[in-house]
């Protein structure tokens, strides 16, 4: 079988190629610190909050960690609707992806939070700190510290995985390959382009977030490697 490459009658359609690959990154930049956020305060609820935000945290981490990322974009998207809460396709890919990030990033937080040696915070409190001061001063910064390769991965991982909220009609980079497809019938090329686009973002988002990390964790500890 001969197939035979064709990318010219593609030139067209660069520009949606670059603005599905911008809303794939701004998108992955706005939910990875809402995602971080989320995490960090689900982390502290489930080693040191009251019984009642235990139980509300486990239940979403859960929630979010044994079903599909697609069923909960759906849900947002198709289903609140349905109680009179209606969700733009754009807000909606952020809410889903930030919410299947902070899941998956509670716990590798609270991975850290248990690593961080016990000593270091009786230190905190012989220096008259308060447990907030220690959790804010101490114990946080140590377990981003170690577990930042992970968390890396895990931002990665969400940021390929939103390649399904064109199913919602978002205008991302696996939209911009659908459409371009379906007016060309280069199934072949357009989806070998966005390969290409989804492999590059992948790697340079692994490399900015380790250069923050290295950054950020300076005084702390230092992060080596990359992510996995």
């Not at 205008?171 to 070998?192: G, H, K, M």
């Amino acid at each position: 079988m001969h197939y035979a490459l064709d990318f010219a009658d593609l030139r067209q359609y660069f520009m949606l190629f670059v603005r599905g690959a911008a809303l794939t990154i701004a998108l992955t930049a706005a939910s990875t610190v809402i995602g971080v956020v989320i995490g960090a305060l689900c982390a502290i609820a489930r080693e040191a909050g009251s019984n009642g935000f235990r139980l509300f945290a486990g239940l979403y981490v859960e929630w979010i960690r044994n079903t599909p990322f697609i069923v909960q974009l759906f849900f947002i998207f198709f289903g609140l609707p349905s109680l009179g809460i209606h969700i733009g396709e754009t807000s909606a890919a952020l809410i889903a992806m930030s919410l299947n990030l902070g899941a998956y990033a509670t716990e590798i937080v609270r991975a850290g939070m248990r690593a961080v040696p016990r000593g270091l915070s009786e230190a905190g409190l012989s220096l008259a700190m308060t447990r907030a001061q220690i959790l804010r001063h101490v114990v946080l910064p140590q377990a981003f510290a170690k577990v930042f390769p992970a968390l890396a991965s895990q931002i990665v991982i969400v940021m390929l995985g939103s390649a399904v909220v064109s199913q919602i009609s978002v205008p991302d980079l696996s939209y911009a390959a659908n459409f371009v497809q379906s007016r060309t019938f280069r199934a072949f090329e357009s989806y070998l382009i966005v390969t290409a686009l989804y492999l590059l973002l992948a790697i340079a988002l692994r490399r900015v977030l380790m250069r923050c990390a290295q950054r950020l964790f300076r005084g702390v500890a230092k992060v080596r490697g990359g992510a996995r």
